[in-house]
């Protein structure tokens, strides 16, 4: 369902994605958001009317408030000033408020936990807020998105729709920091979190954007942070253990997807698979072919030759089913043009760390078991990967480094 301001019309510009935007999207981001802007004016806004300070969805129920409001989330607004809404959208909310003056006071019929409630509502003025909706609007538009950012942040009563506009002009922006990013996404995801709690069918996908944005969130905002999303994910009624249910056995995927990489080698055996990082749900779109949809992740594999020496290392990426199937294998290759390793580079920043306790051992058969061992015996086997070819010399050196620094097999 989407999700508007009260009184407001083709408000949600964008629908949640990951990343929220890029700057191949910000063409994209321009016509909606100039589009939205001229229908708003087009219906007479901004104006002095009539506002409730709420958000409601498709369904005329009611997500947020804000201020001191005798609406609360989950009512679903039954009559407004005498006229009927039932099973009308906030569309039809809207004309019936743009036809009421502010400063007044108005009867409001909602249904509240199965009972109907007659409420008494005052009616703030609507123009400065949605004055600051088309500041926003306009200044995406133009292409301003730091200023789109900057305006529609200021404000905590514009609702989730707002707030992932917000995150997107954040993406968008050049003088927006990642960190600074990173706190526009968490503000996105936690008001529409919060709004999920009363539209169902936003679940799902709300949870797939969650894990898409987690390694931006714990990077610069740490991980307390991330987990206050998953914590309010809990408070979704009939849904309290989705974000755990629809977890992945990162352990198997890892399996399946060496197997496949070890089956499209001739010396499957002296495979050397470094797997840094996790599966994560989306859209693998490889060149010139469509998007494969599932679970991917990028490595490298380093295997002999006919001739028994080693190819160097390449890298690969996998996509798997939920049930755990192979829908799409790609290797690149040694070459200075290395079309996969050149695209998995860019991708892997949104890809997860790989679990603790999968995380492969440089140099290992991929099997991602079995215990550190001493930091000797860890250069040592560097070392003789290195003298066996597996390991160029650079690959070795930054290896090594990493061993030294923080103690752990990279």
Not at 21 to 28: D, K, M
Not at 137 to 142: N, P, T
Not at 252 to 262: D, L, P, S
Request: proline fraction near 4%.
């Amino acid at each position: 369902m989407k999700n508007g301001i009260l009184g407001g019309s083709l408000l949600l510009v964008a629908a949640l994605a990951t990343p929220f935007t890029s700057s191949a999207q910000s063409g994209s981001l321009k016509s909606q958001a100039k589009a939205a802007a001229k229908e708003l004016r087009r219906v007479g806004e901004p104006m002095d009317r009539c506002n409730l300070a709420a958000t409601t969805n498709d369904t005329a129920v009611v997500t947020s408030v804000s201020g001191g409001n005798v609406l609360q989330p989950g009512d679903r607004l039954l009559a407004l000033n005498g006229q009927d809404l039932a099973g009308k959208s906030k569309d039809a909310v809207g004309v019936v408020l743009r036809g009421i003056g502010p400063d007044l006071t108005v009867p409001v019929v909602v249904e509240r936990a199965g009972t109907r409630t007659e409420l008494s509502l005052p009616c703030g003025n609507a123009r400065s807020r949605m004055e600051a909706v088309l500041n926003g609007l306009d200044a995406a538009a133009s292409g301003n998105y730091q200023a789109c950012a900057d305006t529609l942040s200021a404000r905590k009563d514009l609702g989730g729709s707002m707030a992932v506009l917000a995150a997107q002009c954040g993406e968008a922006a050049k003088g927006i920091g990642p960190s600074r990013q990173a706190e526009l996404i968490h503000e996105a995801l936690k008001q529409r979190i919060a709004e999920a709690q009363w539209e169902p069918d936003a679940r799902s996908n709300m949870i797939d954007v969650m894990r898409k944005q987690r390694v931006q969130i714990e990077k610069y905002l740490g991980q307390d942070r991330y987990a206050e999303l998953v914590a309010a994910t809990a408070r979704w009624p009939g849904a309290e253990t989705l974000y755990k249910r629809t977890e992945i056995d990162q352990s198997q995927f890892r399996r399946i997807a060496q197997e496949a990489v070890r089956g499209r080698l001739f010396d499957p055996e002296s495979a050397r698979i470094d797997m840094p990082y996790g599966f994560l749900r989306g859209s693998w779109r490889p060149l010139l072919q469509k998007a494969v949809d599932g679970y991917w992740t990028c490595g490298t594999v380093n295997a002999k030759n006919r001739m028994g020496g080693y190819v160097g290392t390449n890298a690969f990426v996998v996509v798997l089913g939920e049930d755990g199937q192979v829908k799409y294998l790609e290797m690149g290759n040694s070459r200075e043009l290395d079309l996969v390793g050149t695209a998995c580079a860019k991708a892997v920043a949104s890809l997860p760390p790989a679990p603790a306790e999968t995380a492969t051992r440089a140099g290992g058969a991929g099997s991602g078991s079995g215990s550190a061992g001493s930091l000797a015996d860890e250069l040592k086997q560097l070392a003789e990967l290195k003298a066996s070819g597996a390991l160029t010399e650079a690959e070795f050196e930054a290896a090594k480094q990493r061993v030294l620094s923080n103690g752990k097999t990279p």
